[in-house]
């Protein structure tokens, strides 16, 4: 019993690193390496020996809901991620920048005052020339904190 339990718990401690290790990376992971994790976190969730098997073994069963969201391609999974990273265009790799603005952006009450905050305080601390793309999502994104 003890026995079971400590593979229980490995098992679970490597279905984590897997998640933390595709939440750290989703931005730059190709579609290859997720399906790669998908794969593992599957093998991770089958059962290895007949201990551990079903009481009753299904004829080719269906996939299960875990299988078919793994399996799922990420293009359906787009829209949780943001399509250009801010902190590592905009804010020089720093989290901790972004964060900051971020927090001050939602202390103004008007979009118009967030935009003027940005272009005073936020653009001449940062490097922006080349980076016209990065500037209009960015502004598009700020744009939806006030639409609400």
């Known amino acids: 019993m003890e026995e079971k339990k400590i593979i229980q718990n490995n098992v679970e401690q490597e279905l984590m690193s897997l998640a933390h290790e595709i939440l750290r990376s989703r931005n730059r992971m190709e579609l290859a390496d997720i399906h790669a994790k998908a794969s593992a976190i599957v093998a991770l969730t ?16 269906a996939p299960t809901e875990l299988e078919e969201a793994l399996l799922t391609p990420v293009l359906e999974a787009e829209f949780e991620t943001m399509s250009i990273d801010f902190t590592q265009h905009l804010f020089e790799g720093s989290n901790a920048d972004y964060q900051r603005v971020m927090s001050m952006l939602k202390s103004k009450e008007t979009l118009e005052e967030a935009k003027k905050f940005i272009e005073t305080q936020i653009q001449p601390d940062y490097d922006w020339s080349d980076k016209q793309k990065e500037i209009d999502a960015f502004m598009s994104y700020v744009e939806t904190l006030f639409d609400s």
């Open 46 to 61: 089958t059962p290895k020996t007949a201990d551990e098997a079903p009481q009753t073994a299904p004829k080719e069963s």
